[in-house]
């Protein structure tokens, strides 16, 4: 069984997203557990659920910069940011800070 | 897991981009609050029994800046009177939505709102002007009508005070933007926190010290709730590009926001601009012989536009507009011809 990962889109961040505010993937076995990172999650994200500008969600291999990351309610700031280790049943959620206030 | 590093005793769950800090929940709540209270008392922003309207678009930041508001009022006693005060610019699909936010926040915080509408105070709604103009420039329109839309609002209530959404990131932003057009006379004004002028209520930014990152993550903790749908007809602003050149910038080092808002406040007093000059700290200026506004000029910007709007050349007041001084010139010069009588009005005061 592959990782199971539940991902959160808000702050206009849904929009790319099919407008999807939750999403749970099941991750391919292309993902070893305890090896993963969310560097490897990222690209998969962009290429298996982005419904559209890519260019709005990653740049170079990271988030656009203006995208806030929580992994499982922390700043992924605190969490290792690309490094960190995916474990099953982590929440990630990605927050535009780029829309209007 | 990491610890606060304020109480030693929860898990951190934000890194502040400010300091640095590793921090947990409870004391983020408590740093964010207490740092926007401090701001207010600083600046000594509001005065016990004073009317304050909270700009509100239904957005991240006036939503959080209603929250905490009146959070603020009630645990400190500033004894304010808030109101929610809403422009309705009539953009179908952006407005109409963001403003049933407001009114939820209306709900919520007991606050009562009142709304604003372009079609009611100009004749024309952003739909029917982006319908004229096209999708360029119509910002400068937007822009513009908001800015008198809310003091306009802020009068019908009646209110001694506004206060604005605009964050740290908002106001580095428009330092950038205004190097970048060499408007030096804006970049004079734009990092004050407090705008004083003896015409109009005066305006203010409990947020100009409030990362961005911040209030996005407040709201995200606080389950806040908050509209977040881009504007229809903004995908050709100039701050689109100030801005991602702005997050890029603080992607490398978070200070350059603070940094740059320092820029701004250095640049303030070296640099000799005419055209309205503080007296005594506050800046005199004339009125709009048209609707009564404030304005340096015999005209104030809005009713530029609107004659601009009204006589169907749109682009008269934006940019290089001397080829469309020239035709309306010219039109100006065939009505007169036509209307013999000069006592005649002809749809132009006489200059």
């Known amino acids: ?56 969600f990653m740049q170079g291999d990271t988030v656009r910069p203006g995208i806030l990351v929580l992994i499982n309610d922390a700043d992924w700031e605190l969490e290792g940011e690309l490094e960190y280790v995916l474990k099953d049943d982590d929440t990630i959620v990605f927050i535009s800070t780029l829309h209007g206030g | 897991m990491r610890l606060c590093t304020l109480c030693q005793k929860e898990r951190a769950v934000l890194k502040r981009p400010k300091t640095g800090q590793q921090i947990c929940r409870n004391c983020f709540y408590a740093v964010f609050e207490t740092e926007v209270h401090n701001t207010i008392q600083e600046n000594e922003l509001f005065k016990r029994g004073d009317k304050v309207a909270i700009a509100a678009s239904g957005g991240k930041d006036s939503t959080v800046l209603a929250h905490v508001m009146t959070t603020l009022n009630e645990r400190y006693g500033y004894g304010l009177d808030l109101f929610l005060l809403s422009v309705d610019e009539g953009i179908t699909g952006y407005r109409d939505d963001s403003l049933e936010t407001v009114k939820r926040n209306e709900q919520q915080y007991k606050i009562p709102l009142k709304i604003v509408s372009y079609e009611e105070l100009y004749g024309w709604s952003m739909d029917a002007i982006v319908k004229e103009i096209g999708m360029k420039n119509n910002c400068t329109f937007c822009g513009v009508f908001r ?88 995908p050709n602003a100039y701050r689109g590009y100030a801005r991602a050149f702005l997050k890029d910038l603080e992607s490398i080092r978070p200070s350059a926001i603070m940094d740059i808002i320092h820029s701004g406040e250095a640049w303030e007093s070296k640099i000799e601009v005419k055209v309205n000059t503080p007296v005594d700290g506050r800046v005199i200026v004339g009125s709009c012989e048209r609707c009564g506004y404030m304005s340096s000029n015999k005209l104030c910007k809005a009713c530029v536009l609107l004659e601009g709007l009204n006589k169907g050349l749109p682009k008269l007041a934006i940019g290089n507009s001397t080829k469309y001084k020239r035709e309306q010139d010219k039109r100006d010069a065939s009505a007169r011809a036509r209307v013999c009588d000069p006592a005649t009005p002809s749809g132009r005061s006489p200059s």
């Not at chain 1, 539940?6 to 749970?24: A, V």
Request: hydrophobic share 40%; charged share 25%; net charge negative.
């Open chain 1, 1 to 56: 069984m592959g990782l199971t990962i539940h991902l959160q889109f808000s702050g206009g961040m849904e929009l790319l997203f099919n407008n999807e505010k939750e999403k749970t993937v099941t991750l391919p076995d292309t993902f070893t557990p305890a090896l993963a990172t969310l560097k490897d999650l990222l690209p998969w994200m962009r290429d298996n659920l982005l419904s559209e500008r890519a260019e709005l």
């Open chain 2, 147 to 234: 800015r008198q839309a809310l003091d306009r609002g802020a009068a019908l209530l009646q209110v001694d005070h506004i206060v604005t959404g605009h964050n740290a990131d908002d106001i580095a932003e428009t330092v950038l933007m205004n190097i970048l057009r060499g408007d030096f006379s804006r970049l004079q004004r734009c990092t004050a926190i407090r705008t004083a002028t003896n015409e109009t209520i005066p305006r203010s930014k409990p947020f100009k010290y409030t990362y961005e990152k911040e209030i996005v993550m407040y709201a995200y903790f606080k389950k806040l709730d908050y509209f977040s749908t881009e504007c229809i007809y903004s």
